[in-house]
């Protein structure tokens, strides 16, 4: 990395001034913020289980990455289901949600796996990603379906019920009391009129960016420091994986810089394995799977073997410092710890450390 990029050198809270995506200019704010760039992969297999760990470990990071295609028990009732409930807890935290859908195929039908379905991604994930072997007019489709959704929900309905006895000066001047005639029935009782129930609706716009909201104790809260992010939603281009024999090409790497540069109100960046800022006005997130820490007590930035599937690991040192990516996303090093949170955060204070290396 001896050409060095000018965002290699920049605090993330200057990023966040000059982020073109509103959804990165948020989430450099909160690593700022919360002194972490560490994502949570929680490949667990039940939804009791994801929203206990997103709650345990919830403080010390800043994307929560999700498979909710591996969750079983995931309940996908729009109001109060395990997405709604997901929220509520980045909310309360203070992380992004990500789902992991790697999306690839025809433009019309990632748009209809991206915004309806089950599981009705683009409503609970602040962030998604695609593999664009479909090509890049499938980037073009998502980014059409996400604009046409939050042009749908950026104004609510507000209902308004009043409930009163009506005064003279609400009636017709021929209803009033009928200027000396009989205000009588034809049976002789004297009519009246005891109450008028008034039902008024409009479309306002929302005052809040979270959707759903339920009445469990906790939903209301609001991590402190920053406000709620923005409605938009982002996407990651899989430039790069860590497996061992990726398949994946310079070429087709380089397909996904084009492709992230020129739809740069939707797509935040990359997952990749080094940083892929090199025009002088790029400004991509990097988030990099496959990081790994020695057991504690072991050298910090020593080898680390893989998972004998494939999976190669690097340390957050060698990823952010040397490689430059902006966050290590870390999955079973932390959920297989015998105390995940306490795990979290020896990965967050790793890999913040090895942010600052780099500053310097």
């Known amino acids: ?14 990023r966040a001034k000059t982020a073109t995506h509103p959804l990165s200019r948020y989430l450099f704010r909160l690593m700022d913020l919360k002194a972490s760039n560490l994502c949570l992969s929680a490949d667990v297999t039940t939804a009791r289980e994801l929203l206990a760990l997103a709650d345990r470990v919830g403080p010390s990071i800043v994307v929560l990455k999700t498979h909710y295609d591996l969750i079983s028990g995931w309940d996908y009732n729009p109001q109060t289901g395990t997405g709604v409930k997901l929220a509520a807890l980045a909310r309360k935290h203070g992380f992004l949600i990500f789902e992991d859908r790697k999306f690839v195929d025809i433009g019309k039908t990632v748009q209809m796996q991206y915004t309806a379905g089950t599981a009705r991604i683009i409503e609970w994930a602040h962030i998604t990603n695609a593999n664009i072997d479909a090509g890049k007019d499938m980037v073009r489709a998502m980014a059409e379906a996400a604009a046409n959704w939050k042009a749908r929900i950026h104004y609510e309905v507000k209902t308004s019920v009043s409930v009163g006895t009506p005064v003279a000066g609400q009636f017709d001047d021929g209803e009033e009391q009928n200027n000396g005639g009989s205000d009588r029935d034809s049976d002789g009782r004297k009519g009246s009129i005891v109450s008028i129930t008034t039902v008024t609706q409009s479309f306002e716009p929302a005052d809040s960016p979270r959707l759903a909201k339920t009445n469990e104790h906790g939903d209301e809260l609001v991590f402190p420091g920053i406000e709620e992010p923005p409605m938009d939603r982002g996407l990651l ?25 020129e739809h740069k109100d939707f797509v935040m960046g990359y997952v990749a394995q080094e940083a892929l800022n090199s025009a002088p006005d ?15 007590g072991e050298e910090e930035n020593g080898h680390v073997e893989g998972d004998g599937l494939g999976q190669q690991y690097n340390t957050p040192a060698k990823l952010i410092t040397l490689l430059g990516t902006d966050i290590v996303i870390v999955g079973r090093g932390i959920i297989q710890a015998a105390d995940p949170p306490t795990e979290a955060e020896r990965y967050r204070r790793k890999a913040w450390k090895a942010y600052l290396a780099r500053l310097s």
């Open 1 to 14: 990395m001896s050409d060095r990029h000018p965002t290699l050198l920049q605090p993330y809270s200057e």
């Open 282 to 296: 790029d400004n991509f997130i990097h988030m990099t799977p496959g990081c790994k820490l020695p057991p504690p």
């Open 237 to 261: 281009l899989l430039a790069q994986m860590s497996s061992k024999g990726c398949l994946m090409t310079k070429d087709y790497t380089q397909a996904c810089v084009e492709a992230a540069r």
